[in-house]
């Protein structure tokens, strides 16, 4: 019997390829900037050379697993963020808020140090024991093109972020 379970068309399977070790265990918004964190690989799959060149870089990428958002809380329309009605109602999909449909999270950090089979970044909004489903450096030739723009309710809920 073939142990590959059976995928359906258009399924997609992940596995963490390592966790988030942070002092930060509840799951609050705001003042991420300081916080050190350690992204810890997994050993049964990777090595020590997987993380060469990442300390090269200013600033990497990481996505996530917001492994802690229950099912039930899990958002597929409009809502105001953070539930403040002073913000306008927009759609879960103009948010980046944890409660998405795929629970996916997306943060870009700066890497302090690689050990071994540990990197240590600043700046991580994920918090302990999160599943890292991978790690990507910054280049600025994949940051936006043109000029930035958006909203006045996200720079005012982004205030005190990082």
């Excluded at 068309?9 to 964190?37: A, F, K, M, N, Y």
């Excluded at 039930?72 to 999909?93: C, K, M, Q, S, Y």
Aim: proline share 9%; hydrophobic share 35%; net charge negative.
């Amino acid at each position: 019997m073939d142990p590959t379970p059976q995928r359906q068309p258009g399924s997609v399977t992940l596995r963490p390829i390592g966790q988030v070790v942070s002092p930060r265990g509840e799951l609050i918004d705001d003042h991420w900037g300081e916080v050190p964190s350690v992204i810890r690989l997994d050993g049964a799959v990777y090595g020590e050379e997987a993380l060469l060149g990442l300390a090269d870089f200013s600033h990497l990428e990481v996505v996530f697993h917001f492994h802690r958002v229950p099912e039930e809380e899990i958002e597929t329309g409009a809502r105001h963020p953070r539930g403040n009605t002073d913000w306008p109602l927009v759609g879960i999909f103009a948010q980046r808020s944890k409660d998405r449909p795929n629970r996916l999270g997306v943060s870009r950090c700066t890497p302090v140090k690689v050990d071994g089979m540990e990197l240590h970044v600043l700046g991580l909004d994920a918090v302990d024991g999160t599943p890292v489903l991978d790690i990507k450096p910054y280049l600025h030739e994949f940051g936006p093109r043109g000029e930035l723009r958006q909203p006045q309710w996200s720079a005012e809920l982004m205030s005190a972020y990082y």
